[in-house]
């Protein structure tokens, strides 16, 4: 989704400026501009639809030099992804780049044509723009100008402003978009400030950080920091080290950064179970709940995308395992239906970025249900870490490729200790058990990376994928929502239309769509539900779908002969499968997006973090 930086600087900032947007290129984007403020302390802009190389081409022939400068990276909501619409937007008087949307953009707009105002752009940001010229024009300072205007806005926001004549002064302002402000780290950049969506944004810059809460506005001098919480009250936020490395969003050897958190798999799923399993006691130690785990009802579960179908195979591992109620839902969908939920349930919320709209608005809706939250997040700080009761941290690592991968195994790490610490807890699962379960998932690292080794062969598959129109995920139990997740992938990356369904399903509708050009991926280690997997793909090959088995040793050995292409991938106990096959089916559609030639990182119209409806 859409990213900012800003910088207050000691000298020339466009060169950082640029640096920080390609550091944010990961969010997904569709147009990208920078502002500075020149000689003379007036603005000027350069803007371009497309990649950022678009935007440094023109740079290279139109110089801007400027000690003040923001940037943004957009994701067309208002208005199509043209140079017009690009950020910064501006007047004479002021520059800003904004992320989220204006809700009351209209009326506004309205308002200040009538006023005289004239407007150039689709997009509710040159909204603000005018609204803040406007009251500079009637005397205002920078300052309590851009207090006025934020005060008239609506919606979910972040921003970052700039003014003509004013070489010492940013102002940032976070409303339901983050929003971090970075200090200048060593003697040379001491004098200097920074604005950013996100820490990743600054990491060339600084690792001195601090998070706006919140309803927070910012004056930013050099010398000087001013947070305004909601309420207009001076408030301090507290400056954290964090932990960019540089490292962490390179793309190392691979060339992309899909493939580099597919291979890191078995390191951060290995790490993250690690915080949670001690492998000599053999039992999963959840941090403290503020909750009795025992004592819980009924679950619910809710998440967008991939996070859903991690959801998905919780909701299998949690009522086998503990014999509870667990419901899941798509927060989209949720978060409208007002679901009746009793008091005192858990709602856990799945989500890498932990800023996805539509999961944060359904955990606010759960929280006025008197509901205990638990979250389970990758990226620390998020807005919905601040508004759960307690969160679990999957430790992926800055996940960059759009299409998530190394989140998804870690959150489904997260989510298996949780069921087994659950039925433990619940009395539905003895010492002993939580002993053998806690072993297997202790080996998924290691067997992860044993996957790893069929990469080559996927690659072959996927040069016949590739060819066609539509693919279909077939899985039972636990490998359903791996199902699901191999066709979201797919979809995502490479824009082949592709669709996961339960296997006993086909025949109920979706077998009337097999043929010889349909490639079918069956996904069946062998367990409790292989045999009648196998039976449905049998009926696939039987009308002529050409079959695709990923299955462990044992059901290469037994059925493997059956399909065009078998991956044999190691046995482990069938309550871990899932995690493990989660991998082929990501290496599947790189591959395939490979070989199409698409952006495998930045697929088309996809955001990273999804901040809005
Ligand atoms: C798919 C993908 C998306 C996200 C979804 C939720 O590869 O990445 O489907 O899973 O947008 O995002 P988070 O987990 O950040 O809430």
Request: aromatic share 6%.
């Amino acid at each position: 989704m859409c990213g900012i930086i800003g910088i207050l600087g000691d000298g020339n900032v466009t060169e950082r400026v640029i640096d920080g947007l390609r550091r944010l290129e990961y969010r997904g984007y569709d147009s990208a501009g920078i502002a500075t403020l020149c000689d003379g302390n007036s603005l000027d802009r350069r803007r371009a639809k497309g990649k950022l190389k678009n935007l440094e081409e023109i740079l290279e022939n139109q110089t801007l030099d400027g000690i003040v400068g923001i940037g943004h990276t957009r994701w067309a909501t208002h208005g199509e992804p043209t140079t017009e619409n690009a950020h910064p937007h501006a007047t004479e008087k002021v520059a800003v780049v904004h992320n989220g949307i204006i809700e009351n953009f209209r009326d506004l707009r309205e308002k200040l044509s009538a006023k005289g105002h004239q407007f150039l752009t689709e997009t509710d940001t040159e909204t603000i723009v005018h609204l803040i010229t406007d009251y500079i024009d009637q005397g205002m300072s920078s300052r309590e100008a851009a207090k006025a205007a934020l005060s008239e806005l609506h919606g979910a926001f972040a921003l970052a402003i700039i003014f003509e004549g004013e070489d010492d002064l940013m102002i940032g302002a976070r409303r339901g978009s983050p929003l971090v402000l970075g200090y200048g780290t060593n003697e040379l950049q001491d004098k200097e400030m920074y604005l950013g969506s996100d820490a990743i944004a600054l990491s060339h810059l600084t690792n001195r950080i601090a998070y706006l809460d919140e309803g927070d506005h910012v004056e930013i001098t050099r010398n000087s920091v001013r947070v305004f919480d909601e309420n207009g009250v001076v408030v301090s936020r507290e400056i954290h080290t964090v932990n960019t490395d540089n490292g962490n969003i390179d793309k190392g050897n691979y060339n992309h950064f899909m493939m580099k958190e597919i291979y890191e798999q078995p390191t951060v799923v290995g790490q993250t179970i690690a915080t949670l399993i001690d492998p000599l006691k053999g039992h999963v130690e959840l941090p403290e709940m503020p909750f009795n785990l025992a004592e819980i009802k009924n679950v619910t579960i809710i998440a967008c995308g991939t996070s859903y179908y991690a959801a998905m195979v919780a909701k299998y591992w949690m009522e086998r395992l503990g014999r509870i109620k667990v419901d899941v839902d798509i927060a989209s969908e949720f978060r409208y239906r007002e679901p009746v939920m009793d008091d005192g349930g858990l709602s856990i919320f799945i989500s890498q970025s932990g800023e996805t709209a539509d999961t944060l608005a359904a955990l606010r809706y759960a929280k006025s249900q008197r509901q205990h939250i638990l979250s389970i997040l990758n990226v620390a700080k998020s807005s919905m870490e601040r508004e759960s009761d307690v969160v679990l941290h999957t430790h992926a690592g800055p996940e960059v490729g759009v299409a998530s991968t190394k989140a998804f195994t870690c959150q489904l790490a997260i989510l298996a200790c949780f069921a087994i610490a659950h039925a433990k807890a619940a009395g539905k699962i003895d010492a002993e058990e939580e002993n053998r379960l806690c072993i297997a998932l202790s080996e998924v690292p290691a067997r992860m990376a044993e996957v790893l080794n069929h990469d080559e062969a996927i690659q072959e598959m996927a040069l016949e994928v590739a060819k066609a129109r539509d693919v279909i995920y077939l899985g039972r139990g636990l490998e359903y929502p791996i199902a699901m997740e191999g066709a979201l992938k797919l979809k995502e990356i490479s824009y082949i239309h592709a669709e996961g369904y339960a296997a006993g399903e086909m025949k109920h509708g979706p077998i009337a769509l097999i043929d010889k050009d349909v490639p079918i991926i069956v996904i069946a280690p062998s367990g409790r539900l292989y045999e009648k997997t196998v039976s449905n793909m049998q009926e696939v090959i039987a009308r002529k779908g050409q079959v695709y088995f990923f299955t462990d040793i044992e059901g290469a050995k037994t059925d493997g002969e059956a399909a065009i292409a078998t991956i044999a991938l190691p046995m482990l106990d069938e309550f871990v499968t899932p995690i493990l096959h989660a991998i082929p089916v990501q290496l599947l559609s790189y591959h395939v997006a490979v070989a199409k030639g698409t952006d495998v990182d930045q697929p088309r119209n996809l955001a990273k973090s999804v901040t809005v409806e």
